[in-house]
């Protein structure tokens, strides 16, 4: 049984990148069809993920907008409910959508605001998976920046480092100034490599209480007792939020 066990837990063979896409944004009303170089950014984000060479890309879409957006791009596109409460909940209705036989051992969820990823950070995340006691692989890097120490906009994670210098397990995230004492923070970036099976139990786990409070969905993996490492990188990609962030990732890819 324990062979068995851990064999079912191995590396992943045939992962699969899940966009979440929608259109409701606050601060940039309908930010997935906002031109950047001449393309739609939710077309941009797709493109860096198919950069990232792991194999099928899928953009999971809130609207029938985004979806035209990405089949006229030759990209490929599934529509789910508008009124998912996060992008875990999309991408997992659109992988019961496109895969219900389960042939995708894994799921990398890139978020649908990162036009200017670099393709290795998917990668990154998804290496941690090779890790048969991994159930989720995500990223950070280590905060420059002092305006980001007390920002609690800046997502924190707490990782105990595996002595590598490359990262470790995540401990805590949080919005808070944490650890304290001397020694880095790190900023945490919300890219996620699940193994299917544990996407499909997070799905199904209630909001837990330190996710509520901290305002933190990946807490309630964390809770329930599921492992998350945590893979160091060396910048943070723009996410694009605001007019501004829209201009800075036009200059970026040229347009």
Same mark, same amino acid.
Request: aromatic share 2%.
């Given at each position: 049984?324990?062979a068995?066990?851990?064999?079912?837990?191995?590396?992943p063979?045939?992962?699969?990148?899940?966009?979440p896409?929608?259109?409701?944004?606050?601060r940039?009303p309908d930010?997935?069809?906002?031109?950047?170089?001449?393309e739609?950014?939710i077309?941009?984000v797709?493109?860096?993920?198919?950069?990232?060479?792991?194999?099928?890309?899928?953009?999971?879409?809130?609207e029938?907008e985004?979806?035209?957006?990405?089949?006229?791009?030759?990209?490929?596109a599934?529509?789910?409910r508008?009124d998912h409460a996060?992008g875990?909940?999309?991408?997992?209705e659109?992988?019961?959508?496109i895969?219900?036989?389960?042939?995708? !051992?894994?799921?990398?969820?890139?978020?649908?605001? =990162?036009p200017?990823l670099a @393709?290795d950070?998917?990668?990154a +995340?998804? %290496?941690?998976?090779?890790?048969a006691?991994v159930?989720?692989?995500t990223?950070?890097?280590?905060i420059?920046?002092?305006?980001e120490r007390?920002?609690?906009n800046v997502?924190?994670?707490?990782?105990?480092?595996?002595?590598?210098?490359?990262?470790?397990?995540a401990?805590?995230?949080?919005?808070?100034?944490?650890?304290?004492?001397?020694?880095?923070?790190?900023?945490?970036?919300?890219?996620?490599?699940?193994?299917?099976a544990?996407?499909?139990?997070?799905?199904?786990l209630?909001?837990?209480?330190?996710?509520?409070?901290?305002?933190?969905?990946?807490?309630?993996?964390l809770?329930?007792?599921?492992?998350? !490492?945590v893979?160091f990188v060396?910048?943070?990609? =723009?996410?694009v939020?605001t @007019?501004r962030?829209?201009?800075? +990732?036009? %200059?970026?890819?040229?347009?």
């Open positions: 049984m324990a068995s066990l851990k064999s079912s837990r191995a590396q063979v045939n992962p699969i990148i899940l966009i896409a929608r259109m409701q944004s606050q940039l930010k997935p069809l906002a031109d950047i170089a001449g739609a950014m077309v941009q797709m493109r860096r993920a198919e950069e990232a060479d792991l194999g099928r890309v899928v953009v999971a879409c809130g029938a985004i979806a035209a957006a990405v089949t006229a791009a030759g990209g490929e599934v529509l789910t508008p996060s875990s909940d999309r991408i997992h659109a992988l019961m959508i895969d219900p036989d389960g042939a995708h !051992d894994a799921v990398v969820n890139v978020q649908g605001d =990162l200017t @393709p950070l998917p990668r +995340a998804l %290496d941690l998976l090779d890790d006691a159930d989720i692989g990223l950070a890097a280590e420059t920046d002092a305006d007390d920002n609690p997502v924190k994670a707490v990782v105990s480092p595996d002595g590598t210098g490359k990262g470790g397990r401990l805590y995230f949080t919005r808070s100034t944490a650890p304290s004492g001397d020694g880095p923070l790190y900023h945490h970036i919300g890219l996620y490599a699940f193994r299917r544990a996407l499909m139990r997070f799905i199904e209630p909001p837990s209480p330190l996710e509520e409070r901290e305002r933190l969905e990946q807490l309630r993996a809770e329930a007792g599921m492992r998350i !490492d893979a060396d910048t943070v990609p =723009l996410g939020d @007019p962030e829209l201009a800075r +990732a036009r %200059d970026i890819l040229g347009g």
